[in-house]
């Protein structure tokens, strides 16, 4: 069982940055890997960002590509979401996740086992 908490959420004016945490219970957090998903209201969960357990491969959304970077510290259990020029699309509850295929950078949601509480973001005009 893992246990995600999000925090580093709030407002933001456009074209500033915001950096989110992800902390992580249990002692084998370098087994999972970890994903960022972030949904707006009225739509549907989207995925943003993951990383594969030794943080060596990742992948993004293409419309965050440039802009945010995921990594991640396996000795203190954490995950970053690092975003920059921020726009008002980003304004979205973001959501950490755990999925227990090391290797995986996967996209999709489904495939994710364990999930945080989410932390706002709104980037306003």
């Known amino acids: 069982q893992v246990q995600l908490v999000e925090s580093g959420g709030g407002l933001v004016q456009a074209g500033g940055s915001l950096r989110l945490s992800c902390a992580a219970s249990?002692?084998?957090?370098?087994?999972?890997?970890m994903g960022w998903f972030r949904q707006a209201p009225g739509k549907s969960r989207a995925f943003v960002a993951a990383?594969?357990?030794?943080?060596?491969?990742?992948r993004y959304a293409d419309s965050v590509k440039g802009r945010f970077t995921i990594s991640r510290d396996n000795a203190k259990n954490m995950v970053h979401l690092q975003m920059n020029s921020l726009k008002p699309e980003d304004t979205a509850v973001y959501y950490c996740a755990a999925d227990r295929r090391s290797y995986s950078v996967a996209y999709t949601s489904e495939l994710y086992d364990y999930w945080g509480q989410g932390t706002q973001v709104t980037v306003s005009s």
């Open positions: 249990g002692r084998t957090f370098g087994n999972y890997a």
């Open positions: 990383t594969s357990g030794s943080g060596s491969s990742t």
